[in-house]
């Protein structure tokens, strides 16, 4: 896998050498940016967020594609002054902690295409689930164990509490695999692009923080039994009766519609 010359020049020009600290690890092979840039399908009249664009590999290859506006969320100042050489009226180069970014204010239909920065991608990806509504697609690459984890099936080795809530929320499903050598500095791990498309009827705010407190609670303890992982909740061997789960199970066994029976049930018995 090649490095690109245009990207390898931005880089030299701007002193731009990945830092560990932020977790980056750029992308230079363009044809493999353009690849990813396809997996979400036709952009046409969509607003396209990226996330950590870093010399900007795969901000030229959403550039090629018919997006109707890409904003780029960067936090490294020595990244921003090398998007500032692409001078495509659609993009815009934000210098801000992503974290810290409402991307629901991009004009709709909405989406976001990233390279995740490592040490920050579940955060990210958690906060865009609690908006998950407001998203057509998300179309992102995480650390491969991250990957798995999202489209992990229960009672497999990498289902837990991430696998419940973007399972819940979208259809999920991984894309592309990538070696460490597809990136500059290669990681000392394998990546994988993963797919999530919102479902069409989301849960309001209330049962959606039901279920993360549930979840948080169930995978706290993973190896106990239910019973005993959910008494932090107060009532939970009522709770599991309700459900008809018994109380023996662990967590890692029971599948997204039972979660989402035992979070309904936890919120309609609140005062």
Known sequence: MGIDATLRDVIARHDLAPRKALGQHFLLDMGLC??????????????VLEVGPGPGGLTRALLGTPLASLTACELDRRAISALAEITDPRLTVLHQDALTLDGTAL????????????NVGTPLLIGWLRQAAAWEKLTLMFQ?????????APDSEHYGRLAVLCQWLCRCQVVMHLPPGAFHPPPRVHSAVVSLVP?????PAALLAAMEKLTAAAFGQRRKMLR??????????ALLEA?????????????????????????????
């Open 144 to 152: 491969q164990e991250v990957a798995e984890r999202i489209v992990a």
């Open 34 to 47: 353009t690849r990813i840039a396809a997996l979400p399908g036709d952009l046409s009249g969509r607003h």
């Open 199 to 203: 479902r069409a009827e989301q849960p």
């Open 228 to 237: 005993g992982s959910l008494k932090s909740l107060g009532g939970a061997e």
């Open 107 to 118: 004009a709709a239909p909405r989406q976001v295409v990233a390279n995740l920065p490592y």
């Open 243 to 271: 459900a008809n789960i018994s109380g023996e199970r662990r967590a890692e066994t029971l599948d997204v519609t039972e979660f989402d029976r035992l979070a309904r049930i936890l919120l309609e018995r609140k005062p």
